[in-house]
């Protein structure tokens, strides 16, 4: 058994935890849960941190439960968001469970047969049994409405900007979520609730349910909310959430991702992100502030969560698709890549389409430079930069004569061209 609190202080991932939470942990395994929202087919890097508190969790020697809000998720929370969500069919949230198990899967261990093996649980299975009037008279009757107007949560959507105010709906959100922490008690003796620091509130209904309904003790433990240091949000990229579904987001988007983090970001990541231990990690970060401009600290934190959402093998491509861009490559390298990750190497890069009947012949590099494409402005400039040796397809350098077939497509359809370093050009054979 490993002290987790202590785990956790050294990451920077404790926001809250309740008086007693570390000695209680201390004396035996125990049994704790974190919430998903089930409203995607996919998790995203903003589920990582709850993703590695259960983790970290299980890696000292506890049991990890990983709760699936199939009920919940048909309702709302509250906390920080100022709309409702979409209500889903039974058959949808099934499918996004399976989903989400599989990518827990990459971070747990749910099937080795161990004492600690998580347990994916969906609070669907027990609250669809209740009606309306059975929870209100043998749950509701426990919590007071003052109590659950004092939580913050509830003040700021009462008095924040959203004219409709708060439904009725949401505004039993916390019972609901307070419901499934007794009811793990109850079970599966899991008494330990943890999430973002945004949760305190729902969580401490809980404990306070436990306490009232069967004089029980439950405990709590949040982390910090993770910002990124230039004030923008975390998890977030210009095409929106960075998901650990590959087909959502790619491994080579996923992996640039962490690559392109900040210094002061990539320090306090790595600590929370990857399941490196503090010497690795301090001699890490010694190492790169000799030498900052190495990125050791940001390689590292790309490789590690790459490895662990995807494989190494992923990883490996999208280190080769990296260094197509920034490093030496050759026509071979390209070839290797699957369109996905092609177009999002090259993304943003001008296109022009022409038939695949033009390569039967041949096009002369000049044409495929100008008059086809307008990649540059004329054939003339074209002659120029080809007599300059600046111009390559694919990655090898070309001179004038040479003629562009259909043993140049990549996957069967795209040839790169590119003048100097930085100009690149794509032409699209339909």
Not at 64 to 84: Q, R, Y
Not at 243 to 267: G, H, I, M, R, V
Not at 297 to 307: D, M, N
Not at 319 to 327: H, R
Request: with cysteine; charged share 25%.
């Amino acid at each position: 058994m490993k002290n987790f609190v202590e785990e956790l202080q050294w990451r920077g991932m404790v926001h809250d935890v309740m008086p007693g939470t570390e000695k209680h942990l201390k004396e035996q395994m125990r049994a704790a849960y974190v919430g998903f929202d089930p409203t995607a087919d996919s998790l995203h890097i903003g589920n990582l941190v709850p993703i590695m508190l259960l983790s970290f969790y299980q890696r000292c020697g506890h049991k990890p439960f990983a709760l699936v809000g199939g009920a919940t998720g048909m309702i709302g929370d509250p906390s920080g968001k100022s709309n409702e969500r979409n209500l889903l069919d039974e058959q949808t949230l099934q499918h996004n469970q399976n989903c989400v198990k599989k990518q827990l899967s990459q971070f747990l261990d749910f099937s080795s047969g161990a004492e600690n093996q998580a347990v994916l649980v969906n609070n669907y299975d027990w609250m669809k049994e209740f009606s309306f009037l059975g929870f209100i008279r043998d749950v509701g009757k426990h919590i007071t409405v003052n109590y659950m107007m004092a939580k913050d949560s509830v003040k700021k959507r009462l008095t924040g900007e959203a004219a409709d105010g708060m439904s009725f709906t949401e505004f039993t959100y916390q019972m609901v979520q307070g419901y499934d922490f007794y009811h793990l008690y109850k079970n599966h003796n899991c008494t330990l609730q943890m999430g973002g620091s945004d949760q305190w509130g729902n969580i401490t209904t809980g404990t306070e349910m436990i306490r009232r309904i069967c004089g029980g003790k439950g405990y709590a433990l949040t982390c910090p909310l993770i910002t990124k240091s230039d004030g923008s949000k975390f998890g977030k990229s210009e095409g929106g959430n960075v998901w650990l579904d590959a087909k959502k987001t790619s491994p080579y988007k996923f992996y640039q991702y962490w690559l392109n983090t900040s210094d002061e970001d990539a320090e306090k990541y790595i600590k929370i992100f990857t399941f490196l231990d503090k010497e690795t990690i301090e001699t890490l970060i010694a190492e790169h502030k000799e030498a900052p401009h190495a990125r050791l600290l940001q390689k590292r934190l790309a490789k590690e969560v790459t490895v662990t959402v995807h494989n190494e093998e992923e990883y490996e491509k999208a280190v080769q698709a990296s260094e197509i861009l920034f490093g030496k490559s050759t026509s071979a390298d390209l070839k290797n890549l699957d369109e996905q990750t092609f177009l999002d190497v090259f993304e943003g890069v001008p296109q022009a389409e022409i038939s695949k009947t033009e390569l039967e012949n041949g096009l002369d590099i000049i044409a495929a430079l100008a008059s086809e494409t307008d990649f540059l402005k004329s054939n003339g400039e074209a002659r120029r930069a080809l007599k300059q040796n600046s111009i390559s397809v694919n990655k090898e350098k070309v001179a004038e004569g040479y003629s562009i077939t259909a043993d140049d497509l990549i996957n069967n359809q795209f040839v790169l061209l590119q003048r100097g370093k930085k100009n690149y050009f794509i032409i699209k054979a339909i």
